[in-house]
T-cell receptor, first 111, second 113 residues
Framework: GESVGLHLPTLSVQEGDNSIINCAYS??????FIWYKQESGKGPQFIID?????DKRQGQRVTVLLNKTVKHLSLQIAATQPGDSAVYFC??????????FGAGTRLFVKA | GAGVSQTPSNKVTEKGKYVELRCDPI?????LYWYRQSLGQGPEFLIY????????DSGLPNDRFFAVRPEGSVSTLKIQRTERGDSAVYLC???????????FGQGTRLTVV
């Protein structure tokens, strides 16, 4: 069925290190993917997106990689900062405009 | 305001009561979404509006849930005969167009006791 999941529920990294958050999706018809950051008590905040005709997209300190062969998505955060501590969700759209979210990965940044 | 505004921020209601949750989208945004987020989970799609019409309400869990957007701006999510399982954070998001980035509000935390 349509589902988006994450490999790890929590990730702890040292400040300054790079973070990699992974996500698996099951719907091969999905053509648009989004990463969101959610801080406690706030709504999700858009980080970066990627369409299925791309393998990689870079933003400021963030990179999203898409491997359609194995239905895998990852978010890389360079030089992780304490302000990056949050829950990160991958989400997918498979036509229409209904966005399906995964369960999330909590990122802890150790000073 | 600059962002999506949701009111109230918290709502406690008794089982069986009726509640209304309000969303003020960013001015000029034609697309509006409602999601529900349970503790420790990702947001779950409920309904999407394009202008005044509900373009996709397939996520509404049952007929106790209803949402309106009569003038294409403010939206209200209505829940009848609330149940304890309805307790969650209800998130609203708006976007300039259907394919544009969606901006989320801070949500309404609904607790049914």
């Amino acid at each position: 069925g349509e589902s988006v999941g994450l490999h790890l529920p929590t990730l702890s990294v040292q400040e300054g290190d790079n973070s990699i958050i992974n996500c698996a999706y099951s719907n091969s018809a999905s053509d648009y993917f989004i990463w969101y950051k959610q801080e406690s008590g706030k709504g999700p905040q858009f980080i970066i997106d990627i369409r299925s005709n791309m393998d990689k997209r870079q933003g400021q300190r963030v990179t999203v990689l898409l491997n359609k062969t194995v239905k895998h998505l990852s978010l890389q955060i360079a030089a992780t900062q304490p302000g990056d501590s949050a829950v990160y969700f991958c989400a997918e759209n498979a036509g229409g405009f209904k966005t399906i979210f995964g369960a999330g990965t909590r990122l802890f940044v150790k000073a | 305001g600059a962002g999506v505004s949701q009111t109230p921020s918290n709502k406690v209601t008794e089982k069986g009561k009726y509640v209304e949750l309000r969303c003020d989208p960013i001015s000029g945004h034609t697309a509006l979404y409602w999601y529900r987020q349970s503790l420790g989970q990702g947001p779950e799609f409920l309904i999407y509006f394009q202008g005044t019409g509900a373009a996709d309400d397939s996520g509404l869990p049952n007929d106790r849930f209803f949402a309106v957007r009569p003038e294409g701006s403010v939206s209200t999510l209505k829940i009848q005969r609330t149940e304890r399982g309805d307790s969650a954070v209800y998130l609203c998001a708006s976007a300039e167009t259907i394919e544009a980035e969606a901006f989320f509000g801070q949500g309404t935390r609904l607790t049914v006791v």
